[in-house]
Each structure stands twice: as structure tokens, then as C-alpha cells.
């Protein structure tokens, strides 16, 4: 693709007198350009490592959909919030003059591996780095493909551009503004790269279903037969990690659709976090961030600039950004066949849940609106204590329509393609947070073998007395402690007391949900005695 198409198109956006731009430059070069820009350091191994300042997260709070005639039917403004057109017509309007004159950086790449449903995406970066970043996270396009290269969504990233709340209609300086009708994101006043990749994931999922295509916020891999699973997961429930199992393939690590051919990447690339990350716990993870390429977001470096991922102190959300090919077993098509196992995990610190349950289709539709996990103190800003967290279809920041229609989706497929369902508990065990201890790492990746080989269908089971899901009794390779959660407690009256504390969390929560469901996912909420 010339600049001058590219030009052209900055134009059209209001762009008026666009300045030096970098199209679709390699790792290298933009490696050159962000060392010569002052935007990070080189590690010891040859990382590129970034410090994003005060935003070392998403902005959830800054992030708007345009209410026009394209979304006022179809976005779920009970979790979205809107802006005026007119609003986002200013906001344009300023970005662009802002962004004339400036050195710009473009990447055009492709949003989802299957060929049928690929979205050509443009990114335009004032940051040299974020260039980077973008290229790693979704596809890269073949020299033929780029050439005759139409943007179907544009993301325009401008951290140095601050909003105007009162002319502007957002909150504050930062915003993330998507117009779906314009196919157009704008973001300003933050440099956490993520919000880039998570804009196009958006659309994505706003995009996709009315195709019958389920986008997914999950993680998924394959054996040598093709036999595939899905992981759902919100962050620290182990979704990246159970995923990258040396024995299977890995498809992706957070972003998916599932259409009539089987299940696909939406990108090219990991988002991985680094906290604690360590060579033993997650070997092919932590190779990444040894190889020139592996982008580090706010990981604190020693004085011979070696990553300390044990340092949380400037976020214990440090993250790396690397191709998918740096994982030695991924995918080379970024495609696999129709899922045989479907894993929604959950970190549950409350200490109730079983460390797996095998679900039904409609046990698995009510769990995924539920879309829990519990948060503890020094994991997240704000956070103190226990925190029940229930984010629907387990991404709700990200899922533009109403929850019912990717539920219903999701039903669908897993009844069409005889999918089995598990819930998987990475969370506490023996008692809760800060009695209990953490769910043993080496029973759940042993459980989950067995799960995926089809071999823990076999198993006796036993219906649990407060959710009704089905438990394994005894799984070879696992003390059989951990499968009863009551047992493993100190105090089983104090496990009953907290485990129908947590059956109202679930119960208050699916209230919302009561009136978009069939009766039989209401008779598979978890009992309220």
C-alpha cells in the first residue's frame, strides 16, 4: 500500500495536512524508531520495554459507542456508554487537526484468521512502539494482500491528544470513542496499548453475530487429531497459561470466533501478564520475553536490564506482546476444527467452588452469563478483601449487544456440535482467601487432561448440593480431598455459611438475566437452600 493511498485516506478523516508517515514498517525499524523517539529500552535479551504511565490498564470508565441509527437497536446500553454523533464529530474533528504535522506510524493488519470473516484494520499510531505492539497482535497480511489493502475499521491512537469533557462528551482526557457506523475508533490521553487491540475485539463482537458467528473472549487449543477446546476466563483465572500446553496446539490466547467451518484466531499475536512469571511455572511464556521482538509493558527492569516480573510495583498488570510464532507449538493457520471440550474457568477465592464440575447446555449458558471469578486484595487497584466479579460471557466490557444473544449462540453451537462442558476452579481451596491455599496447579492441569482425552467421562460423580453440576468422585492422579471443597474446610458449618453466600451472589446477579432466558436455564441457577 503507497502513502499516497494512505494519505488519502487520513484525509477523508479530516486529517488535512498529514505529516512524515511509516507504513507497515518491520520490527526493526520500528525498533529504530522508538529507541531514536526515547519511547523505551532494550532489555538484556533484546525486548523492547515500555513504561505507560499512568494508565497501566484499561480505562473502562472512558469508553463510549456513538448511539446513531447503526447501534441504537443492538448495543446493550445497560453496560455500554453512549455518545452523542455530534460529540464524536468534534472529537474527530480535533484529533485530526491535532495529529497534522505529526510523524505518523501505520500498520495495516487483519482482524480474524478465517478467511470468510477477515476484517482489514488500519492503525494509525503516534507512537512508534504501539506500532509494534499493534503488529504483533493482529495478522499480518501477506506483500499481495497489503498492496490492494482496504481498510474496513480504522483505529486512530493518539496518547498525546487530551480530551475536552465538556466538548467532547466523555469523562475525562482519556477517552476510547467508537463510531461502528463510521467503522472508526479514536483513542486519546492514554498509552496503555491494550485499548488498541480490545477496540478492534469490540467490533468484532459487535460485527459478527448477526452472521450467526460466536466472538469469543477466550483462549483455545487442539491435540494432534484436532480435537479442540475453548477456555473462557477473566484475567487471573489461568486462561493464557492452561492454554499453553506444550502436548496441544495453541490456536490463540484470548480472542476467538466460532462459525459454521469450526473455531479461528482474531489475531496473530499474545497479550500475556507477567506477574510472577517464572521459567518452571510457564516455560513457553517466559521464553517470549527473552527474544528481540517480545514487547514488555510496564515490567520493572534491574540495573543490567533484566525483567524482575516479581516487582509489582509499578502495576501488577506488566504485561508481553509477542507473535504467536514465538510459542514453538502454535498454530500455523490459526484455525481448528469445531470445539470437543468447552472450559470456563474461575478463580473462585471464596473457596466453594470444586476444583472441575461437568456441565449441562444449560448449566453452561447460565455460568457464562454469569461470568465469575472473585478478585482479592493487591490484585487490582481498589480492590480490598474478597470481590465477587461477575462479568457476563466473561469479557462484558467488550460485548457491544445484549448478552442473551451471544448466549443463545453459544447454546446453540454446543448443543449442534455435542460439545461437553466443564467449570474449572483455580481459585482457593480449604477455606477461603487468605485461609485456604491456592488450587494445586499440577490437579488442575491433571484434571484437565483428562477432561480433553474424554477419559473423566468415566468418572463417578456426584451432584453438588448448592450449584447441581455434576463432580468427579475420584480422578486417578488426584486427591480426592479437592473434589469435595465441604471436606477439605476446617469448619464444614463455616463452608456451608459461605457457600450460600456465594449461591445469593449468583442468584442477585442473574436477576438482570431472568427475562431473556428459557425456563430451563433458570432451573439450572445453583439452589438457594
Same mark, same amino acid.
Given at each position: 500500500m503507497s502513502n499516497e493511498k494512505i494519505t488519502a485516506h487520513l484525509r477523508s478523516l479530516g486529517m488535512q495536512e498529514p505529516g512524515q508517515i511509516h507504513a507497515n514498517f518491520g520490527n526493526p525499524a520500528l525498533y529504530e524508531a522508538a529507541i531514536a523517539r526515547n519511547e523505551g529500552k532494550l532489555t538484556d535479551k533484546g525486548a523492547f520495554s515500555v513504561v505507560t504511565g499512568k494508565h497501566t490498564g484499561r480505562s473502562a470508565q472512558d469508553r463510549f459507542i456513538v448511539r446513531n441509527a447503526v447501534t441504537d437497536d443492538t448495543v446493550w446500553w445497560d453496560n455500554m456508554k453512549d455518545m452523542e454523533q455530534s460529540a464524536f464529530d468534534r472529537l474527530q474533528a480535533d484529533m485530526m487537526a491535532y495529529a497534522n504535522g505529526r510523524e505518523l506510524f501505520v500498520q495495516d493488519l487483519q482482524g480474524g484468521?478465517?478467511?470468510?470473516t477477515t476484517l482489514n484494520v488500519?492503525?494509525?499510531?503516534?507512537?512508534?512502539?504501539?506500532a509494534l505492539f499493534i503488529r504483533h497482535l493482529l495478522i499480518r497480511p501477506d506483500a499481495s494482500t497489503l498492496e490492494g489493502f482496504q481498510p474496513g475499521f480504522t483505529v486512530i491512537d493518539l496518547p498525546g491528544f487530551n480530551a475536552d469533557p465538556e466538548k467532547h462528551g466523555c469523562r475525562s482526557e482519556t477517552v476510547i470513542a467508537c463510531d461502528f457506523d463510521k467503522k472508526l475508533v479514536l483513542i486519546g490521553g492514554?498509552?496503555?496499548? /491494550?485499548?488498541?487491540?480490545?477496540?478492534v475485539f469490540s467490533y468484532l463482537n459487535f460485527l459478527l453475530p448477526a452472521s450467526g458467528i460466536m466472538p469469543m473472549h477466550c483462549s483455545a487449543n487442539h491435540d494432534e487429531a484436532g480435537n479442540s477446546a475453548v477456555f473462557f476466563g477473566l484475567s487471573g483465572t489461568g486462561k493464557t497459561t492452561l492454554s499453553a500446553d506444550a502436548s496441544r496446539t495453541l490456536l490463540g490466547d484470548d480472542e476467538h470466533g466460532w462459525n459454521e467451518d469450526g473455531i479461528f484466531n482474531f489475531e496473530g499475536g499474545c497479550y500475556a501478564k507477567t506477574i510472577r512469571l517464572s521459567a518452571?511455572?510457564?516455560?513457553?511464556?517466559y521464553a517470549t520475553t527473552q527474544?528481540?521482538?517480545?514487547?514488555l509493558e510496564n515490567v520493572v527492569l534491574d540495573e543490567k536490564r533484566v525483567p524482575d516480573f516479581d516487582d509489582g510495583s509499578l502495576t501488577e498488570? /506488566?504485561?508481553?506482546?509477542?507473535?504467536?510464532?514465538y510459542i514453538p507449538n502454535a498454530s500455523d493457520t490459526g484455525t481448528a476444527p469445531h470445539p470437543k471440550n468447552i472450559i470456563m474457568l474461575t478463580a473462585d477465592a471464596f473457596g466453594v467452588l470444586p476444583p472441575i464440575a461437568k456441565l449441562t447446555p444449560a448449566q453452561a449458558m447460565y455460568h457464562f452469563l454469569s461470568g465469575y471469578t472473585a478478585k482479592v486484595a493487591g490484585t487490582e487497584k481498589?480492590?480490598?478483601?474478597?470481590?465477587a466479579t461477575f462479568s457476563t460471557c466473561f469479557g462484558a466490557p467488550f460485548m457491544p449487544r445484549h448478552p442473551s444473544e451471544y448466549g443463545n449462540l453459544l447454546r446453540d453451537l454446543i448443543a449442534r456440535h455435542n460439545v461437553d462442558c466443564w467449570l474449572v476452579n483455580t481459585g482457593w481451596t480449604g477455606g477461603p482467601y487468605g485461609e485456604g491455599s491456592r488450587m494445586p496447579i499440577k490437579a488442575t492441569r491433571t484434571l484437565l487432561s483428562a477432561a480433553l482425552d474424554g477419559s473423566l467421562n468415566g468418572a463417578d460423580f456426584r451432584k453438588d448440593a448448592n450449584f447441581g453440576f455434576m463432580v468427579p468422585q475420584t480422578v486417578p492422579g488426584v486427591d480426592s480431598a479437592i473434589l469435595e471443597p465441604r471436606t477439605t474446610w476446617d469448619n464444614p458449618q463455616a463452608y456451608d455459611d459461605q457457600a450460600r453466600k456465594l449461591v445469593g451472589m449468583f442468584t442477585d446477579n442473574f436477576a438482570r438475566f431472568e427475562a431473556h432466558?428459557?425456563?430451563?436455564?433458570?432451573?439450572a441457577a445453583p439452589l438457594a437452600g
Open positions: 484468521a478465517d478467511a470468510s488500519r492503525v494509525v499510531c503516534e507512537k512508534a512502539w504501539h492514554t498509552s496503555y496499548a /491494550g485499548e488498541m487491540k480490545k477496540s518452571e511455572s510457564e516455560p513457553e511464556i527474544q528481540f521482538g517480545t514487547v498488570n /506488566g504485561r508481553c506482546a509477542y507473535p504467536i510464532d481498589g480492590v480490598s478483601g474478597t470481590q432466558v428459557d425456563s430451563d436455564v433458570l432451573d
